[in-house]
């Protein structure tokens, strides 16, 4: 849930991050949000004004291991 709260800081023109930052243009904006262990896209939506309508996480699902079970009867 950070990554919704930096690209929220990222558009809005009054916050620090604002000022340090390549904005997409439109009123549907698509960005990475980078962190430790990668980047998370983050898709923000304004309404009237410049206001945030809505904003959503990008997240797709992988297959992490694959395993084998062994009993003996």
């Known amino acids: ?6 690209a929220t800081a990222r558009i809005l ?3 620090p991050a ?3 930052t ?3 243009t439109g009123d549907n ?3 990475l949000i980078e962190h430790p262990t990668g ?3 983050v898709k923000i ?5 410049g206001m945030v309508k809505n904003a959503a996480i990008i997240r797709t699902a992988r297959k992490l291991f694959d395993g084998e079970i062994f009993a003996r009867a």
């Open 45 to 49: 939506s304004l309404g009237k004004y």
């Open 1 to 6: 849930m950070a990554a919704l709260s930096v």
């Open 18 to 20: 604002f000022n340090i």
């Open 22 to 24: 390549d904005i997409p």
């Open 39 to 41: 980047a998370m896209g």
């Open 13 to 15: 023109p009054n916050s």
């Open 29 to 31: 904006k698509s960005m």
